[in-house]
């Protein structure tokens, strides 16, 4: 089983700034196949990004993903308010298919 | 547009068999696999599993000797089994599509999820 960490666990910044998210594997994910997720309090989770680069349909181009291998970045590139959220990065090259812990944004 | 509803009890015993139903409206459940995903209060994902119309699964090995989905049809709705549930099997859980790209295995589309705690 494929063991994603993320990092920093939290990460306090402000509306305007650019945010860097780290998701890290524990081998290598087959085909880049490495999709992130945004879960705001109360609400399921929503897929923003998959096959590591790709955004998904209605997905603003402030976010961005990058990466291969074992090491994938979420970017957001200049923060909204509505940004500050739980994000989650999920493998799909192998079975179990699994997420990692989460990276709190929280507003300064 | 298409939407994911979760619904059952949401309090089970321990040792008892967890029961959940997802219903797929605005669309047909006969394409995509069907999944069901959970999260324990203030922790992340873990994927159980998934079915697709025809039936064919696919398990989480760690929950696979426990789980059963089944899909009907007729009734648009997909399901989810958890037999000797305890305390750890207490979570939110999510019924969420898988995009129709073969053998990709991320998900387009999720219900809003339901709380089920195990406990007498």
């Known amino acids: 089983e494929i063991v994603l960490t993320q990092s920093p666990g939290t990460l306090s910044l402000s509306p305007g700034e650019r945010a860097t998210l780290s998701c890290r594997a524990s081998q290598s994910v087959s085909s880049n196949y490495l999709a992130w997720y945004q879960q705001k309090p109360g609400q399921a989770p929503r897929l923003l990004i998959y096959?590591?680069?790709s955004r998904a349909t209605g997905i603003p181009d402030r976010f961005s993903g990058s990466g291969s291998g074992t090491d994938f970045t979420l970017t957001i590139s200049r923060l909204e308010p509505e940004d500050f959220a739980v994000y989650y990065c999920?493998?799909?090259?192998?079975?179990?298919?699994?997420f990692g812990q989460g990276t709190k944004l929280e507003i300064k | 547009q298409v939407q994911l509803q979760e619904s059952g009890p949401g309090l089970v015993k321990p040792s008892e068999t967890l029961s959940l139903t997802c219903t797929v409206s605005?669309?047909?459940?006969?394409?995509?696999?069907w999944n069901w995903i959970r999260q324990p209060a203030g922790k992340g994902l873990e994927w159980i599993g998934g079915?697709?119309?025809?039936?064919?699964?696919n398990y989480n090995p760690s929950l696979k000797s426990r789980v059963t989905m089944s899909v009907d049809t007729s009734k648009n709705q997909f399901s989810l089994k958890l037999t000797s549930v305890t305390a750890a099997d207490t979570a939110v859980y999510y019924c969420?599509?898988?995009?129709?790209?073969?053998?990709?295995?991320?998900?387009?589309?999720w219900g809003r999820g339901t709380l089920v705690t195990v406990s007498s």
């Open positions: 969420a599509r898988r995009t129709d790209i073969v053998s990709n295995w991320y998900f387009d589309l």
């Open positions: 079915i697709y119309f025809s039936a064919s699964t």
């Open positions: 999920q493998q799909y090259g192998s079975s179990p298919y699994t």
């Open positions: 605005g669309g047909s459940i006969s394409s995509h696999y």
């Open positions: 096959g590591a680069s």
